[in-house]
């Protein structure tokens, strides 16, 4: 006899439906699953087998097919379990016709016949939603990332018995109650900008930064606060809206990150990866393609200290992302985008001894390696990043008048985000080279001073593209719809330096 | 000399005699140069300068033992018996040289040279520079490409670090400018740096610049400056190396470089020296030379400026106090002043100029000096630049630039 069932597979950082037929029939007794099934899902026999049989039933001494369908996407991982067991059980006529076959499966199974969770359950869900699936049962610790998906019924069940019962309509299994979107929660977040020390053109430049969604390098010998600028960005980031949030969360349910208890992420993503991260992890893929830092950084903040240090390979992997905000990973099926669109932050040293641009220490380099070092980063990333500051030992002997706090900088990006959700829908780092100009109104000092800028700091038109961003978001966080002389020289200071013979 | 094919430690030869005082040892002065006929002896001249071991020190012994090239050449092996060192591969490259002849190895320099645009000059040409003629210790051969006559006019050595700050360059800049559009000729190593600085805005002032390489003048050294070579060269004035084309080199010698460039000049300038750095060789070099040495004094707690400030505390060199006041040291005239048309500027943007006519400074000292808030600095700051009023250098230090001074100056 045959009988089919609803699951579904992760593919990047989607769900993809997936239908799992089983036939029993006369033959040797055995259990055999196709579908480019991976080890993991191999395993199901042995799981599904005991699962079945502690749970009061019987695994029919025949042969057993399972397919899972689509046969041509490779699929790994254990939430086929429950859809593969009840398959059997209805494939066997353990099940009464007319059970309820339009509710997806999604979940592991224990040999007792308990239901476990499964990484990505908010995807999975929401793929067999699209796929007009009306209900779905998955594991009570998966139930809110479920619930957070709109539009699907949600149950949870504990044990395979559970899922029987309910599907057999014999005990009907309650509805989960939507996953409520957590507000928006104002915790402070170490480190603060109040605690570091002077560097007002850094700090300028950051809160540009993230105001925009704009890229930012900065470079200095030790100790002068990059690390400690860059980890500020956090605290100042808004928290994702609605959809974003979705967005993310699923990112983080596909990378079993999440709190399953709380499954929607609502603090804007702030990652720092270590700089010995592989380039794998650092934009993903792999066997089973998995999320890496940039897709997990997305729409928010990829953070990369030490930056020189990492592999170059690694570096200029996020090339793509920084330009088409995604990550387009090459399989031997085809090719598979990730979501990845993030602002990046570098910050390095100037050379490998540290103290080339330092005014108290001398440095040990010859030139030769600070050449070699200074190219590590590539000229088409350099060319990627918006804005660019030096960071220098404070002055001896000035006053230091108390550093503005993180709360006072976070309120004005928060103003001069929604200033541009409102004019423009997306960042203005986003905004299309043809749009910049179109978007905002730029004053005719601006234009003029943009021109003549170009010409004199020879300015390539990409650059001066991105100058126009910049002021853009400057005149944003001054909270003007016109876009003004003095935001573009402003914007210019953080234009790349080229130093001269 | 040079070594065909070889790896010299500048510290090798330094044996015996060597150690003595240059002005000490027996050397060029009481040569009798008269008594050579320059055509005849040129080819050997040539030849024997490629010989490893036979520097200007070696050459002058050569002269003195057998009176012409000429005839050194004949002696064979038994000339590099008269070299206080006798490095390795010496009796190796003679017996190449030897079979190759003096007149074809001269010939193939000549073409070699030719190819870049130069030619070989030797000590008893015409215009062998005068001021190297008057040294006890001369290079024997020159490979120039240019025009020399830009030495006619008093030259003065700005030499420094690689390593410069913003400072550093500032100060050469505005040394380069100053010395330059007063006619006076900027002699320096094209280095990257002070050197590179010094050269480009005397040129861009409508002066002359001469360059002395510590490479040969077919292989610019360093590479990056292959473009300021050839605008000097374009603008009048010369590229100058002891190398012949295509000589295989070790490491460029710096040192040696270093003491051409202060015998061609009537002063040498330090602009900006760290503790060791080869521009305090380019110093000792004038000391030994007698000419006049300045040196521009830095911060007190500045690496980059701890060479040229011991040069002033020790009483060595004169302190050059602003580039006005070194050309009046010099008792050189400006050639004339150009006027300069500028826009106006807004309060901020004249407010950080003036903060930076007193003093140069970090964005953050500007904005202790001008209570302005960063956004505004930033913008005046981007103005000054676009305006060629101010520049950082691209380091984190801002400072007005020679332009913005004179436009002080005159109100």
């Not at chain 1, 980890?231 to 079993?256: F, K, Q, T, W």
């Not at chain 1, 729409?299 to 996020?318: N, P, S, V, W, Y």
């Not at chain 2, 040696?256 to 020296?273: C, F, H, P, Q, W």
Request: hydrophobic share 45%.
């Amino acid at each position: 006899m045959l009988a089919d069932t609803l699951s579904a597979s992760i593919l990047g950082v989607d769900g993809v439906p997936v239908r799992v037929e089983v036939d029993v029939a006369f033959g040797l007794p055995g259990l055999t699953i196709v579908g480019l099934a991976g080890s993991a899902v191999q395993e199901a026999r042995e799981r599904v087998r005991s699962a079945i049989r502690n749970s009061g039933f019987e695994v029919p001494a025949r042969r057993i097919t399972v397919n899972l369908a689509p046969a041509d996407l490779p699929k790994e991982g254990t939430g086929y379990d429950l859809a593969i067991a009840v398959g059997v059980l209805a494939a066997s006529g353990q099940l009464r016709v007319g059970w309820r076959s339009d509710t997806a499966l999604i979940g592991e199974l224990a040999l007792d016949g308990t239901l476990r969770p499964v990484p990505g359950a908010m995807a999975l869900v929401a793929a067999v939603r699209a796929a007009g699936v009306p209900a779905v049962i998955v594991a009570p610790e998966s139930q809110a990332e479920a619930a957070a998906v709109r539009g699907i019924a949600v149950h949870a069940a504990r044990s395979l018995g559970q899922a029987v019962a309910h599907l057999a309509s014999v005990s009907v299994l309650p509805l989960a109650e939507p996953t409520p979107l957590p507000a928006a929660s104002a915790e402070r977040r170490e480190p603060d900008l109040a605690d570091l020390i002077g560097q007002p053109l850094a700090r300028r430049a950051l809160e540009i930064a993230v105001a925009g969604g704009h890229n930012l390098g900065v470079f200095g010998p030790p100790g002068v606060g990059k690390t400690l600028l860059l980890h500020c960005a956090e605290g100042l980031l808004p928290p994702l809206d609605d959809g974003e949030a979705i967005e993310v969360s699923r990112i983080y349910s596909v990378a079993g990150l999440v709190d399953r208890r709380r499954p929607i992420v609502r603090q804007r993503p702030f990652r720092a990866p270590h700089h010995t991260i592989s380039t794998q992890a650092l934009v993903g893929g792999g066997p089973r393609v998995r999320p890496g830092e940039a897709s997990l950084a997305h729409r928010g903040i990829l953070l990369l200290d030490e930056a020189l240090q990492f592999r170059g390979d690694a570096l200029d992997a996020l090339r793509q992302p920084l330009e088409a905000g995604i990550v387009s990973i090459a399989r031997v099926d085809g090719a598979l985008d990730l979501p990845a669109r993030f602002s990046l932050l570098l910050a390095f040293n100037p050379c490998p001894c540290g103290w080339r641009s330092s005014s108290s220490r001398a440095c040990a380099c010859d030139d030769a390696v600070v050449r070699r070092y200074a190219r590590r980063l590539s000229g088409p990333m350099r060319d990627r990043i918006d804005l660019w500051v030096e960071m220098v030992e404070p002055s001896r002997g000035l006053p230091s008048d108390g550093s503005e706090p993180s709360g006072a900088v976070a309120r004005r990006i928060a103003a001069a985000w929604d200033a541009q959700r409102d004019r423009q829908g997306v960042s203005n780092a986003e905004l299309p080279a043809a749009a910049v100009l179109e978007h905002s109104s730029f004053a005719r000092g601006a234009l003029a001073a943009l021109e003549h800028a170009a010409d004199t700091f020879r300015l390539s038109p990409r650059r001066t593209q991105r100058t126009a961003r910049i002021a853009r978001t400057i005149a944003d966080l001054s909270g003007r719809e016109t876009v003004t002389r003095d935001d573009v020289n402003e914007a210019l200071i953080y234009r790349p330096v080229e130093v001269s013979p | 000399m040079i070594g065909v094919g070889s790896r010299r430690e500048p510290a090798e030869g330094a044996t015996g005699e060597d150690r003595m005082p240059v002005a000490a040892r027996p050397g060029w002065n009481e040569l009798d140069l008269a008594a050579i006929d320059p055509l005849r002896d040129r080819p050997f001249w040539m030849t024997l300068s490629q010989l490893p071991g036979v520097g200007p020190v070696g050459f002058a012994r050569l002269l003195r033992r057998y009176g012409t090239a000429e005839a050194a050449w004949a002696a064979g092996p038994r000339l590099l018996d008269d070299l206080v060192r006798i490095p390795e591969e010496a009796p190796l490259a003679l017996r190449r040289l030897q079979h190759e002849g003096a007149a074809a190895a001269a010939h193939r320099l000549t073409e070699a040279i030719g190819r870049v645009g130069g030619r070989p000059m030797i000590a008893l040409d015409a215009d062998y520079p005068a001021a190297l003629g008057r040294l006890n210790v001369r290079p024997p051969v020159l490979y120039v490409r240019g025009d020399l006559a830009a030495l006619d006019a008093p030259s003065v050595a700005v030499v420094g670090t690689r390593q410069a700050t913003g400072y550093g360059r500032s100060c050469a800049t505005a040394i380069g400018h100053e010395l330059g559009a007063a006619g006076v000729t900027v002699v320096s190593g094209l280095a990257i740096g002070i050197d590179g600085e010094a050269h480009a805005s005397a040129i861009r002032a409508g002066g002359h610049s001469v360059a002395v390489l510590p490479s040969p003048i077919s292989r610019i050294y360093p590479p990056r400056h292959r473009l300021l070579a050839d605008q000097l060269v374009a603008t009048g004035g010369a590229l100058l190396s002891e190398l012949a084309p295509g000589q295989v080199v070790g490491r460029p010698d710096f040192a040696r470089r270093n003491r051409i460039i202060a015998g061609l000049s009537m002063a040498v300038v330090v602009v900006e020296a760290p503790d060791r750095s080869g521009a305090l060789l380019t110093a000792s070099a004038a000391i030994e030379y007698d000419k006049e040495l300045y040196a521009v004094p830095g911060p007190i707690d500045a690496v980059a400026s701890r060479g040229c400030n011991r040069l002033i505390a020790d009483q060595q060199a004169t302190i050059v106090t602003s580039p006005a006041g070194l050309l009046q040291h010099l008792g050189a005239r400006r050639a004339g002043d150009e006027s300069i048309a500028v826009s106006s500027l807004s309060d901020a943007e004249a407010a950080v100029l003036h903060a930076l006519i007193k003093r140069s400074g970090s964005i953050e000292e500007l904005m202790s000096r001008t209570q302005l808030p960063t956004g505004s600095l930033a913008s005046a700051l981007t103005l000054l630049e676009s305006r060629g009023l101010a520049t950082s250098y691209g380091g984190a230090t801002f400072h007005v630039t020679l332009v913005a001074r004179r436009m002080a100056r005159h109100g």
